[in-house]
């Protein structure tokens, strides 16, 4: 059998570092043929990486497009703003899309691209890895096998960590929610997802609280300057100077905004790109921290919780059912399943993940490329229909927010955009 062929739009963080290996580590399943990515350097690289054709490689996904469908597949993962129009391109041609979360960030976007994808029959999935994980999976079939009974109440906090949360959503590409989405879209629509796929249930109402606490120009130092770099008198005391970050225990992280990883490389970058600016004089407007609150139609109940300031990037989950209780931490990639009849503990502890996200990135490639010999007849583990309504999910929970926490109706919040 030959393997399924793809072109890649957008060979950043994700689409190079996540998806595209699948293609190198499973020649027989997948090979990638093409790339889009503006950045020259990037461009290259991924040409090297995967022996394409100079003639395959384009600085635009317009340029790529006009080529015709030349692949099987698409693999989208520009940044968030940029989703739509390649996506929906895709689809006209004759590709099925893995594309990356979220999908967009205007709820009428995602809506027409669900629609799309139905109307040309092609398999539009959302990358929401975290369904492909065993951590995630196996929590899913405790619950519909009825092991903890009817559950009551979910609670699952998303600690960013707190440089995490300075590089991507302080000095990063998801820092400002009009040059990309919301955090609780951006970071948290993992978050959203899981907990509506796990619990499978509609979610009937939602309210959400946060703010910006502390990565704020009045927080700054006394006398700090824009760049850290530029003499910053606090550089031994604030724990998010870029210079010592990034050319110490963040070093790995400097791959994310510069091709030349040597002490030179990443100085230079931290000079010219945003990555060196000091983290309480950018132009971020995300929130540090937010909960959202969440009720489904049989009366369960779920908490969320996201923060940047941990010291640790994990996510720890508390699901109460009538029967038992489940508590995980992905971390530790383990669960626990407590019986409250036997009062018997069981201790799952999974095997060290082989790729991202606990081993979602690997699964849902793999997954994927399964899925597209049987459209029509099953639907996609994370389908851009069921993604939508946890998508949904994310946008009321910041209209919430912006309202003073405010509980927002899911079926009028739903019906405004689907009427219109």
Known sequence: MQPKTAIVIGAGDRGARAYAPYALEYPNELKIVAVAEPNKERRIKFKDTHGLPAKNCFSSWQDMMDRGKIADIAIICTLDRFHFQPTIKALELGYHVLLEKPMSPDPKECIEMARVAKKYNRQLTICHVLRYTEFWSTIKKVISDGKIGKVASLQLNENVEVMHMSHSFVRGNWNNKEKSSPMILQKSCH??????????????????????????????????????????????????????????????????????????????????????????????????????????????????????????????VQIMGTKGEIRGNMEENSISIYDFLTKHETIIKFDNPVSGHGGGDNGIVRTFLREIDKVGETESVSSAAGSLRSHLMAFAAEKSRLNSGSSIELDDYYNSFIEK
């Open 191 to 316: 978050d959203m997802d899981i907990i509506s796929y796990i619990l499978d249930k509609k979610c009937e109402r939602i309210s959400s609280y946060g703010s910006l606490m502390h990565f704020k120009e009045e927080n700054a130092p006394k006398d700090a300057p824009g760049r850290c770099l530029d003499g910053c008198p606090a550089e031994l005391e604030c724990p998010f100077h870029a210079g010592r970050y990034y050319l110490g225990e963040g070093r790995g992280w400097a791959r994310k905004f510069t091709e030349d990883t040597t002490r030179e490389g990443i100085i230079k970058a931290l000079h010219e790109t945003p990555y060196g600016r000091c983290v309480y004089q950018s132009d971020n407007n995300v929130v540090d921290h937010q909960v959202v609150n969440m009720e489904f139609e049989d009366g369960a109940t779920a908490i969320f919780s996201m923060c940047g300031f941990t010291r640790e990037q994990t996510r720890i």
